[in-house]
């Protein structure tokens, strides 16, 4: 099993749909991450869920909704998305880093596509 | 606020060629944390490095080496002897120093970078 796995890898969805991103890590990590990658813009923070912490980018659209059931599964539930959020979305986790490395493991992204 | 920027987009170079990476960051912080990662065209970014602020020595591993300048704000990536493998999004960034709990890394626009045969 990789580290951080993503499902689905591909996402074509129509701006009415309402479908779900889904994020699993294998590490025993107590973090967990959603960024967005677009084409022409740096990788953005969505959200952090930390030892049952949630922290928001304030600037996430409430048509985004985090899910972080447990430490190791991270949702990310979409709904009446615009074109403009067609973009690469990536999964991370963190091991709390005192004494370690710092060290964000990503998964593949889910590459979504807003028709 | 920070902010990393990468100026530059894309960069070509002929294999075996050394190729440097530039970062430029901006932070109030006095305690912050650098980092590299690398975007293979799999999607998914694989960490390379991280520098604290108080440590400016530079480091080198393998063919890859970083030089910290505290006194520019800079981070640089160097690739030496460049191969085809190097062909990558390059990608600095940011946080500030926590003790432990989630970080917030700031990334870069992110440098393209082509190894060409």
């Known amino acids: 099993e990789t580290g951080v796995t993503q499902t689905p890898r591909h996402l074509v969805m129509g701006m009415t749909n309402k479908k779900s991103l889904k994020c699993e890590q294998h590490?025993?990590?107590?973090?967990m991450y959603w960024y967005k990658q677009s084409a022409k813009k740096p990788l953005e923070l969505m959200f952090v869920?930390?030892?049952?912490?949630?922290?928001e980018n304030n600037s996430v659209p409430s048509r985004f909704s985090p899910e972080c059931p447990n430490s190791s599964h991270l949702f990310l539930h979409l709904h009446t998305l615009q074109p403009e959020d067609s973009a690469l979305y990536l999964c991370?986790?963190?091991?709390?880093?005192?004494?370690?490395?710092?060290?964000?493991?990503f998964g593949e992204g889910s590459r979504l596509t807003v028709l | 606020a920070q902010k990393v920027t990468q100026a530059q987009t894309e960069i070509s170079v002929v294999e075996k060629e050394d190729v440097t990476l530039d970062c430029v960051y901006e932070t109030r912080d006095t305690t912050y944390y650098l980092f590299w990662y690398k975007q293979p065209p799999s999607g998914e970014l694989v960490f390379l490095i991280r520098r604290n602020s108080f440590d400016e020595q530079n480091e080198i591993s393998g063919r890859y080496s970083w030089n910290f300048q505290k006194s520019t704000s800079s981070f640089n990536f160097t690739i030496t002897a460049s191969q085809v493998v190097d062909s990558a999004v390059y990608f600095c960034a940011l946080s500030e120093a926590r003790v432990q709990g989630a970080q917030k890394l700031v990334f870069g626009q992110g440098t393209r970078l082509t190894i060409n045969p």
């Open positions: 590490l025993g990590h107590n973090a």
């Open positions: 991370a986790s963190s091991q709390d880093w005192t004494g370690g490395t710092g060290e964000l493991f």
């Open positions: 869920y930390s030892l049952e912490e949630r922290v």
